[in-house]
């Protein structure tokens, strides 16, 4: 009797440890700031496309964010932000008031191409620019996001899918991925923003000189993430697919050292594939903090939500 008792102390205290570990992993360390990406996810109700519009959805998002410590939102709303502004507007002025900021998101990676960059620079001067002219201060984005994502085009009329160009042609859509956040400043600059900050994201791997990727040498590597630091505020290395953090630091440190101080680590909440608890994520994600010493960002809303609700359906049964 006294065996079994003392097992199930043991059983009991080590889920409150895991649980303590969960909820201390959501509070970020002193110093650290985190961002997370909000998809429109029109299928889920915890994409954009449900909470806009929605003040109770809004209302439990929000809560949610300050839970875990989220203080800058990237978010990605209907027609690219030029769905309704009045319900932007709202959202905005709630995250403003709540400490959080708010991002527009823009993810199409055909953008990178030079003969869309008229389209490209429309929704800027559109959807970002003149909705902040528009704006009260409370109701306007703090920046621009980017998702743009070379090594995932695919054939299109603009030009060859990543996987079936050269390491030569590769370098190249790199350059032209520099020149659109180059000309997105500049913009921005040209358009009253001067103080828009802009955040992109960034595969861990594109550093590599004996990678896919054809470097001329380390200076031309080197070259590129200089200017890239120089027209970005921040960066998101995405450290997807592996959930040891002694893993993700070695395979972001290279990057982190080449983006003068404006590297974040992006981990996604995958769980099942990435990260096989909630406590494990949160743990592995504090364990990241305070090793690297930079801010994490969180892929994605929707992926976490669905995570925690899996977690509160285990426990109740």
Same mark, same amino acid.
């Given at each position: $009797? ?19 570990i ?15 990406w ?15 519009g ?11 964010l ?17 769905g ?45 620019? $003149? ?99 120089q ?5 998101? $290395? $995405? ?31 995958n ?47």
């Amino acid at each position: $009797m006294l065996q079994s008792r003392f097992w199930k102390s043991c059983v009991f205290l080590s889920v409150i440890g895991i649980l303590s570990i969960a909820a201390k992993g959501q509070t970020p360390a002193a110093g650290h700031d985190r961002a997370v990406w909000l998809w429109q996810s029109p299928k889920s109700p915890y994409g954009s496309t449900s909470i806009l519009g929605n003040a109770g959805r809004e209302d439990e998002t929000i809560l949610n964010l300050k839970k875990w410590g989220i203080t800058t939102v990237y978010g990605s709303y209907s027609d690219e932000g030029n769905g309704n502004a009045a319900a932007i507007r709202g959202w905005n002025r709630k995250l403003a008031a709540n400490g959080i900021a708010s991002y527009l998101l823009l993810s199409n990676t055909d953008y990178l191409f030079p003969e869309t960059w008229p389209r490209a620079s429309a929704i800027i001067s559109t959807n970002f620019a $003149m909705f902040n002219r528009q704006s009260v201060a409370s109701d306007r984005f703090a920046g621009l996001a980017f998702d743009l994502e070379p090594h995932i085009l695919k054939e299109s009329s603009y030009g060859t899918a990543w996987k079936q160009t050269d390491a030569s042609g590769r370098r190249k859509y790199l350059e032209d991925l520099l020149n659109v956040y180059e000309r997105t400043r500049e913009l921005l600059n040209q358009n009253g923003e001067k103080d828009a900050r802009i955040a992109i994201s960034l595969p861990v791997w594109y550093s590599k000189l004996d990678g896919s990727i054809q470097w001329s040498n380390t200076l031309d590597r080197d070259r590129w993430f200089t200017q890239l630091a120089q027209v970005c505020d921040r960066v998101s $290395m $995405m450290a997807f697919e592996i959930s040891d953090p002694a893993a993700i630091l070695r395979r972001s440190q290279e990057e982190t050292d080449l983006l003068h101080g404006k590297a974040r680590i992006a981990l996604r909440a995958n769980l099942g594939k990435e990260w096989s608890s909630t406590a494990e994520f949160w743990n592995g994600l504090q364990s990241v903090e305070a090793a690297s010493r930079q801010s994490v960002d969180i892929q994605d809303y929707a992926l976490l939500c669905e995570d925690e609700k899996t977690k509160n359906a285990a426990k109740a049964k």
